[in-house]
């Protein structure tokens, strides 16, 4: 066999095995998830009303978007908006804290098992009521902020605009770097894929700690950055304090509808500047070959 054929025969092979790994999600997706997102967007454009007799529809074209976008501007720009700000202000907090105690947690020390699970267990025991909680008895700010009066300087000195998510953030502090237990899992594995000939070829040639990180270490875990961007992103949409997640009107499901879709192409905005901002900061980086 020539050399053309087996790279095609590989290839084949190559796709082959990413659609068996992904058969299983486009089955899930077929079975369980299609149809409820399809007749979500059918649902946007109409009054839907539940009877004795089963669903009644009135077709209503654009008027719940018209709504939400134009007349009831309260959830969308007054609500929402600071919630999006708090967000972009958590998403590097999360990513860049979780990178950094991953790197920690990949090191040589005695309770290194332990302090892995600790970090991990948050995401298992905290669910939206527990954190809804927790926000609600105060137990997640930063207690040396109000000691040192720092949070009435951020309202002072900052616009409004971007100074209450910044005193959201640091409000719930604690629970952010909660969110953090999957991404340092992912950011632990992505770690222990750079090879150790890569770090004893670097010390050889005399470099220090900080050129190690900057040179190597990063440039070889950005793929998993990327994914832990998307992850972090997605997650943080879903969390408690969300006003679309509290605002749910299940009298008038097509205007829920509506909503869910604007606030979904909202995500996807979110995600798309994420891509475009990780893209114009890490392009130039080259990672290390092993």
């Known amino acids: 066999m020539n050399a053309p054929a087996r790279r095609f025969k590989s290839s084949t092979i190559r796709k082959l095995e990413g659609a068996l790994f992904l058969s299983p999600w486009i089955a899930g997706f077929l079975l369980f998830m299609a149809f409820p997102l399809g007749y979500s967007l059918y649902m946007?454009?109409?009054q839907v009303k539940i009877t004795a007799s089963g669903i009644t529809t009135v077709p209503k074209g654009f008027f719940y978007y018209k709504y939400i976008l134009f007349e009831n501007a309260d959830l969308l720009y007054n609500q929402l908006l600071p919630?999006?700000?708090q967000a972009l202000l958590m998403l590097p907090v999360i990513v860049v804290f979780s990178l950094l105690i991953a790197i920690i947690l990949n090191q040589k020390f005695w309770g290194r098992t332990f302090f892995r699970a600790v970090f991990f267990l948050p995401v298992i025991f905290t669910t939206g009521q527990v954190i809804n909680e927790f926000i609600s008895q105060g137990k997640g700010d930063l207690n040396f902020l109000e000691r040192y009066n720092l949070t009435a300087l951020i309202l002072t000195y900052l616009p409004s605009s971007?100074?209450?998510?910044i005193v959201g953030v640091i409000n719930s502090f604690v629970l952010?770097?909660?969110y953090s237990?999957?991404?340092?899992?992912?950011?632990?594995?992505?770690?222990q894929t750079i090879p150790p000939s890569v770090y004893e070829a670097a010390r050889i040639d005399g470099a220090n700690p900080w050129e190690v990180f900057w040179k190597i270490t990063l440039p070889a875990m950005l793929p998993?950055?990327?994914?832990?961007?998307?992850?972090?992103?997605?997650?943080?949409?879903?969390?408690?304090?969300?006003?679309?997640l509290t605002r749910v009107n299940t009298a008038d499901y097509g205007l829920?509808?509506?909503?869910?879709?604007?606030?979904?192409?909202?995500?996807?905005?979110?995600?798309?500047?994420?891509?475009?901002?990780?893209?114009?900061?890490?392009?130039?980086?080259?990672?290390?070959?092993g």
Request: aromatic letters at 22%.
């Open 83 to 85: 919630f999006l700000r």
């Open 44 to 46: 946007s454009f109409h």
């Open 176 to 178: 952010v770097l909660w």
């Open 256 to 289: 829920s509808s509506a909503l869910a879709w604007i606030y979904f192409s909202i995500i996807f905005l979110f995600l798309g500047l994420a891509f475009l901002l990780f893209n114009r900061v890490f392009r130039s980086i080259k990672p290390p070959v």
């Open 181 to 191: 237990g999957v991404q340092i899992l992912i950011f632990l594995a992505g770690r």
């Open 162 to 165: 971007w100074a209450t998510p």
């Open 224 to 244: 998993f950055i990327l994914l832990n961007l998307i992850y972090t992103t997605v997650d943080l949409f879903t969390y408690p304090s969300n006003p679309i």
